[in-house]
């Protein structure tokens, strides 16, 4: 999977940046630097603050571009309430100790910037702010909704292209050959179906076990899954990791 990169401290967008760079373990996604601008309703509708996905992308820190409502100041912090065309959210900037005010100017009824983690109390979510700045021309606005479409479409297409097996249960034998820069080049569908059964489980720590796999395949494939890991692993394309029965692509 890919996913969407930004430098919280700059003001160049990247994402949809699938490089990596060298001498880094790449075995992990790199949640900490993945920025995905949203809508709102988004980050409400997220299944917990915990290990987000959206549209199949892990999240951490998010972007939205929303009206400041509300602004309420105590000596710790200071609370924004924001709001776009999809929901509200409550935007919280702690204070540093010896700083009492905030550098941010910002003002009621007018739009703002704001990058930050999803966080909840008390059954109510709100975002912890990173960085917020206002809107200086409202073709930032236009930018910010073309880019939450532009993810989610994007997105879209990769999971279309990483699915394994429909909802209808087609089999993804149906697929034309692969191009020979293709990792599934030299393959036999078979092969390739099994092959990308294991890759989609890469992020787990183990990879997935041949019992899993036997029962993601048609039983045609099945009876024939020994032959098929065996000639895998001789080929370097998959590895056992915690037992002989685990695999991971490499």
């Known amino acids: 999977m890919w996913s969407s990169k ?24 790199r949640r900490e ?15 917990s603050t915990e290990d987000i996905k959206l549209w199949d992308i892990p999240a951490r820190i998010f972007k939205v571009l929303a009206v400041v409502r509300n602004i309420e100041e105590t000596t710790t912090k200071i609370s924004y309430d924001v709001e776009d065309e999809t929901g509200t959210i409550t935007a919280i900037k702690w204070l540093e100790a010896d700083k009492r005010t905030t550098d941010c100017n910002m003002q009621i009824n007018t739009y703002a910037h704001v990058i930050g983690l999803l966080r909840e109390q008390n059954d ?11 809107l200086e021309y409202l073709n930032e606005l236009t930018n910010h909704i073309l880019e939450v479409t532009y993810v989610a479409l994007k997105a879209e297409a990769f999971a279309k292209k990483d699915k394994v097996l429909g909802t209808t249960g087609l089999d993804v034998r149906a697929n034309e050959m692969p191009k020979e820069d293709s990792p599934y080049y030299g393959m036999t569908a078979d092969q390739t179906l099994v092959y990308k059964i294991i890759h989609a489980q890469n992020d787990s720590e183990s990879g997935i076990e041949k019992c899993d796999i036997k029962a993601k395949v048609p039983r045609t494939v099945a009876s024939e899954l020994d032959n098929i890991l065996d000639f895998l692993v001789s080929e370097g394309h998959i590895y056992t990791t915690s037992t002989d029965d685990h695999f991971k692509t490499t």
């Open 6 to 29: 930004l430098d919280v401290s700059g003001s160049e967008n990247k994402f949809l940046d699938v490089s990596q760079k060298g001498g880094q373990d790449n075995s992990k996604p």
């Open 33 to 47: 630097q993945t920025i995905v601008p949203v809508m709102i309703k988004h980050l409400h509708s997220a299944a």
């Open 124 to 134: 109510k979510r709100h975002m912890l702010i990173l960085r917020m700045w206002p």
